[in-house]
């Protein structure tokens, strides 16, 4: 995880710095020093501190760190995070860096926290996607997880998901099962397979087929939903996607 952040902090800082902070370098003697804080302006969940110290270490070794506040805590408005100090042409180097993983990892930390407390009184548990910004997928899924939120697959390998496009090319839900079942055998690989479902029928094709860890019941009304959990208690998995949201996440 260390070397996937600090490759990306170093490309960041690339695309950030170009050939110079032109702006410090004009106005700011080089070897002034200064102090800078990170503030609190909303409550929330934290994230992205330990890649805030590693953006430091990576503009300047020089630059003295204190943290006062670790990823996963809950924070209040007027709350300090850390606070860093060294040469100012430094500081000023890594605050928009470090602000921008910290607030994008806080904001998903925080809103993942928000959701799963609204169904904390059930037996569900709110889970991550693909869905995620190129490249940052490591960090993301990590505030979610900050946020109390479950991490599902990390990508296109760890998991085999059928979803409609690959039923379809299949020719339905059966062959891509057995297709699957089959691939997974010649490969020596011991996956779960997730099928992705439109209607409680194909529920009812899914839990016919042997091999089957998880049904995804997509787009389901709540009523469908609730239908297709019921019947599928104590023989797979239910996932429900499409069409969520705070509004109607707890039906």
Request: proline share 3%; with cysteine.
């Amino acid at each position: 995880m260390q070397k996937y952040v600090d490759d990306l902090i170093r490309r960041a800082l690339a695309e950030d710095t170009g050939d110079g902070d032109h702006s410090s370098q004009c106005v700011i003697p080089t070897q002034a020093t200064g102090q800078m804080q990170l503030l609190i302006k909303e409550a929330g969940i934290l994230a992205g501190i330990w890649v805030a110290e590693r953006v430091a270490a990576q503009v300047d070794r020089g630059l003295d760190v204190e943290v006062y506040k670790s990823d996963g805590e809950a924070v209040k408005p007027g709350d300090i995070a850390l606070k860093l100090s060294g040469r100012v042409h430094s500081l000023l180097k890594a605050e928009r860096l470090l602000l921008n993983f910290a607030q994008r990892l806080s904001g998903i930390a925080t809103t993942t926290h928000k959701l799963s407390r609204a169904i904390a009184h059930t037996p569900a548990k709110l889970l991550d996607t693909r869905k995620t910004t190129p490249t940052l997928r490591p960090l993301e899924k990590r505030a979610v997880a900050l946020g109390g939120g479950v991490n599902h697959r990390m990508g296109l390998y760890d998991m085999i998901m059928l979803k409609d496009n690959h039923i379809d090319f299949a020719g339905g839900i059966k062959p891509a099962v057995e297709n699957a079942r089959k691939y997974l055998a010649a490969k020596g690989l011991d996956l779960p397979i997730e099928v992705e479902t439109r209607n409680l029928a194909e529920l009812e094709q899914v839990l016919a087929c042997p091999g089957v860890s998880r049904v995804m019941l997509d787009n389901f009304s709540v009523t469908d939903c609730k239908r297709g959990v019921k019947r599928a208690k104590g023989q797979l998995a239910t996932e429900a996607s499409g069409g969520i949201d705070q509004h109607n996440l707890v039906a």
